[in-house]
DNA sequence: CATAAAGTTTCATATAATGGAACTAAAGTT
DNA sequence: AACTTTAGTTCCATTATATGAAACTTTATG
């Protein structure tokens, strides 16, 4: 585990210790949650009792799993009202997809990752919150690199250091100054592509989400595949992009949305 | 701080500090929580640095407020798809809202507890994840009535120890005795009323959805106002409602829901 | 019924956390 | 500009909490 968890001791372990119980996605007895975990028996036993006790895990009793519990999910629900740009920005987004007839994404900047925190299908009946909440690396996706692109100089390099530049596809931008040179030019374009660099077959292009300062709190992005679009039929919804983009901005400024 | 809290020592305290950025719902600085926490200055300090590292609160050093982290958001989103009876119950909320032409609630019990996972109105054009994730009684409301009248002897007593009984409205059943009767008439009777025990006004029609094996996972209730409907014209919808609830329980119990 | 596996508890010892006091930085006042 | 107040941060002797191997109990299996 790294150094930095390993310095906030019983946190620390209590939360890995949820993470792993989350990440299964399923209720779990004790022994599968054993087999994965780097702590002893006992010290298993006794945080997950202490996760139980403070409902952030639940115990069934009657076949001895345990999941996620309610007070996490009131956590989750504090956590989503309170730092997503979700609800000010769905009726732009909504809008988007209707007009380009794409699936159009919503994403904010967090810890140098992109999180989307929307999608939205032009044909869709309703959106799931199964697909929001999915993390993805900022360098090598459209809404990543023009949220990059539009950061002030001490939060830009810390984010990229905070890249790993794994090689995803042939495509993927491997190093920080081939990353600089493209941010260079989003800025200039108002607009970044993901030229197949994340997910082989996709491409997409994006804008970021400003506040009437001038500060990142999103990007929106019309994703689609290879087979279905070309980049310079992407260019083409640019002037759509950037303005459902403009507008979910000046509705965040003017809601005080958090930057 | 509740004997309960204490016995969790230092997860127990993270965990309270966790809850108190989580209910501000807004950015908050070091002295806001400051002023509202029990604990001494360097305590709250360490416990919040804390919680910054393992990513559960983010601080924004552009203004020094702290706020819910990533990795709530993401843990939050784990719970969501894990414990949430919402993605598989939606066809059938959707389609009750759309037959019946008032509000639909789907809810879970947890810890005692009502826990809105869905909501839908006939008119709206989405629905939004502010107005689910709500925490209600179970003693005064439909679909807690309805939930917990379905409920095995043993899971039954712990619920009835859980309630509080605080009388909302005039109509609010205030003790157990008064609760367990009701209990045997909606047992009888398939069905649940809410008549304006937890909110002036309000009131539904009830049913829990019940696994093949007739295990509570869950209600679904039409919710409505004393000014649109009476409680017989809600009573005309029992069958439908039925039909839903057993919907719900056949899909649940295929998808293997956990129970 | 015996054995194995899973779950739970014990307690001497080790480690982590505490919180008053002091320090530094930022904001407010004169 | 200087001083005061408030907010944020760090220190470290002391205290509290957590640890984890071993043992025990319960449940499942052959």
Known sequence: ????????????????????????????RFSELQTS?????????RLLQTLVRQQMVNLNETD????VGLRLVKLAHAAWETASLAPIARAHVA???????ETVHLAQFEAGQVLYVDKRKSNDQFETLAQVGKVAPAYCTGVGKAMMAFLGPKQLQLALNQQ???????????????????????????VAFDR??????TISIAAPALTSEGRVIGAISI???????????????KPDLLQAAEHIGQEATSWQFPA
Chains 1, 2 share one sequence.
């Not at 809008?95 to 007839?101: I, M, N, P, S, Y």
């Open 1 to 28: 585990m790294s150094a930095e968890k390993t310095a906030d001791g019983t946190v620390g372990k209590a939360l890995e210790v949820l993470d792993s119980v989350a990440a299964y996605g399923r209720p779990v």
């Open 37 to 45: 975990s780097p702590y002893p028996k006992a010290t298993l036993y």
């Open 64 to 67: 001895g799993t345990y999941s």
């Open 95 to 101: 809008a988007l997809a209707e007009q380009v007839e």
């Open 164 to 190: 790993a530049f794994h090689r995803y596809t042939p495509a993927t931008l491997t190093n920080a100054d081939q990353l600089q040179a493209e941010l260079e030019h989003i800025r200039a374009d108002g």
């Open 196 to 201: 197949e660099e994340h997910e082989q077959g």
């Open 223 to 237: 994703a689609t595949s290879t087979a279905r679009k070309t980049i310079d039929d992407l260019n083409r919804l």
